[in-house]
């Protein structure tokens, strides 16, 4: 037996144009650091489940959920409903056509609806109507800062606001125009009680100066020179201000400057994007980790960056039909009754994110992590062992994933091709000792792992990956 060394696998998606550069990926696992006293730097979890909370039964997709008081308020397909802790739903209203994508926001006693024509309905719980007031803008969106609601004018850089906590009352004296450039105004957003003007170009920021005369007024000396690719793609909670920018990079912001959070691979796939303008966001917090959730409906795909860690991974859900990776499910974000729950983009049905449910619709999870290129500094070596450390014995009672298997691949040319599958148990329920290795392995100059799971199994996690070698001649 040669050497024995770990192999930098599971922490990060970076697929580069050069396979062989970095070839590594996660799809549907993420990472975590583990303690500095630890002997493993990390360990590699399994992204949560879809557990359904609620099914409206109604078979469309949910457009937008929002929390205002103790309701839960869902847009799925035309109607609106409100949902009580209890999961007791009640239809409010229908509206006149297909809303698409919804942005909504409230005051504590309205909330607003913005659909994808730029039509603007509310309800305070009961009542439900369009929002007539003639002074109202096709609005391109809306938000709310201190009871104000506020739009922003449909292919304009025009904004107004309403009357305090009241959404349907407007008038041409509040409408103003954000001017330090002349690009239209993407997403008006409020964050931490000042409004982000997000432009295709640049971005300004306003705040509430009680100015009797216009509430609003610029930050003196606040002007970004970055814009705004898409408006669904802005997200925030207390850490923060992310979006796509127009260049297609990733940001957050620190203070009033952009800073990059995305990687060089991150931003190709981006760019590959045909249409960014239906790609949305939102941000979740989980066991410690805050993910900034990506997706675009075109393009089929989700991307994920972990806040916590700084670092990327993949999602995907399968498709009942073909059973074939498509996006992930997720639809829109609301965070409540203590509980993360996304709407689904296609049945109606309002999801929990749980992390001890290790299926989505019934449907196992296919997830993967593939290593970077390990390289023998131009030698030729023999691959006698490959060691994967990790929970084990962690087996169904019965049935499906009673006797679980883990599939390895491996490339030796650089990426371009991978072996066939090869499967290892990893221990029925209870043989927490099984060992999980593969031998014999072949000679390369270059070795890149791929390590597959689809087990109804949620609480898998690998710790480390060893590769035992000889080396040849060069």
């Given at each position: ?7 930098h696998f599971g922490i990060n998606t970076y697929q580069s144009r ?220 207390e850490v923060g201000l992310f979006w796509v920018g127009n260049d ?110 290790p299926t989505e619709n019934g449907l196992n999870i296919i997830r ?107």
């Amino acid at each position: 037996m040669g050497e024995t060394t770990p192999i930098h696998f599971g922490i990060n998606t970076y697929q580069s144009r050069s396979r062989l550069a970095s070839s590594e990926d996660l799809m549907n696992l993420y990472v975590e650091p583990t303690p500095a006293d630890s002997f493993f730097k990390s360990v590699l979890y399994p992204t949560p489940g879809l557990k359904s909370w609620l099914n409206l039964d109604k078979g469309n997709p949910i457009y937008g959920m929002e929390i205002m008081r103790n309701s839960l308020y869902v847009v799925c397909g035309l109607e609106v409903y409100k949902v009580s802790t209890s999961k007791v739903f009640t239809l409010l209203g229908t509206m006149a056509t297909s809303p698409g994508r919804v942005i909504m926001t409230e005051n504590g006693q309205q909330l607003t609806i913005l659909t994808e024509s730029g039509i603007m309905y509310y309800t305070d719980g009961t009542i439900f109507g369009q929002i007539a007031d003639p002074d109202v803008f096709l609005s391109v969106s809306t938000t709310t800062l201190d009871s104000f609601t506020v739009n922003a004018k449909l292919e304009s850089n025009e904004f107004q606001y309403s009357a305090s906590n009241d959404t349907t009352d407007y008038s041409a004296l509040k409408n103003e125009f954000v001017t330090g450039a002349s690009d239209n105004i993407v997403r008006t957003f409020a964050d931490h009680r000042e409004l982000w003007h997000f432009k295709q170009r640049t971005i300004e920021v306003w705040y509430n100066s009680a100015n009797p005369a216009f509430t609003f007024e610029r930050i003196n000396g606040v002007f970004i020179e970055r814009g705004c690719a898409g408006k669904y793609t802005i997200a925030s909670d207390e850490v923060g201000l992310f979006w796509v920018g127009n260049d297609r990079v990733v940001y957050t912001a620190k203070g009033y400057t952009p800073v990059r959070i995305s990687t060089y691979p991150v931003e190709a796939e981006l760019e590959s994007w045909a249409n960014i303008n239906d790609a949305f966001a939102f941000i979740y917090t989980q066991e410690g980790h805050k993910f900034y959730c990506l997706t675009s409906p075109s393009e089929n795909k989700t991307v994920c960056f972990d806040i916590t860690t700084e670092l990327w991974h993949k999602r995907s859900s399968r498709n009942p039909d073909n059973l074939q990776n498509i996006r992930w499910r997720p639809n829109c974000f609301a965070f409540f009754s203590d509980l993360n729950l996304v709407g689904d983009y296609k049945t109606g049905i309002i999801h929990e994110l749980d992390l001890d449910t290790p299926t989505e619709n019934g449907l196992n999870i296919i997830r993967y992590a593939i290593s970077s290129t390990q390289f023998a500094k131009f030698s030729r070596v023999t691959v006698d062992r490959l060691v994967v450390m990790m929970d084990t014995g962690i087996g169904a009672t019965s049935g499906e994933g009673s006797n679980p298997q883990l599939m390895m691949q491996n490339s030796i040319d650089g990426g371009n091709t991978l072996s066939d599958e090869l499967l290892q148990p990893i221990g029925a329920l209870g043989q927490y000792e099984t060992e999980v290795y593969w031998t014999g392995l072949g000679q390369c100059r270059t070795f890149i792992v791929k390590l597959s799971f689809s087990e109804p199994i949620s609480r898998f996690a690998i710790t480390g990956v060893y590769l035992n070698y000889s080396i040849g001649y060069s």
